[in-house]
């Protein structure tokens, strides 16, 4: 047996061992975001997307940045045009970040 087959086997028996005792525990999703103060870059209602340039939501770990989020209801976005001033909350949801609510 090659060493990588003997490492891989006592690394899956470690796994296994650290799941069945509860020490193995996934990574937990952020929190939702406190609301936060950004300005609509781009909008992309067909898509579902929209583009914010923002300060630090350290709830996400997201330092200051213009990002594109996802929307959980497009027509959250529909009013909304570049250089609105808005103020949103967003998660991460399945490794994506997400607007939950975003008003002007």
Do not use: N
């Amino acid at each position: 047996m090659s060493r990588i087959v003997r490492f891989l086997s006592s690394l899956a028996a470690v796994v296994g061992i650290a799941l069945a005792m509860g020490l193995w525990v996934a990574p937990a999703e952020a929190a939702p975001s406190s609301p936060v103060q950004g300005e609509v870059r781009r909008v992309d209602p067909d898509g579902g997307r929209i583009t914010l340039k923002h300060g630090p939501i350290p709830e996400l770990e997201l330092p200051a940045m213009t990002l594109v989020y996802r929307v959980q209801d497009k027509a959250l976005i529909v009013p909304l045009k570049p250089g609105d001033s808005v103020v949103f909350t967003a998660d991460r949801v399945d490794g994506q970040y997400v607007i939950i609510s975003i008003r002007r």
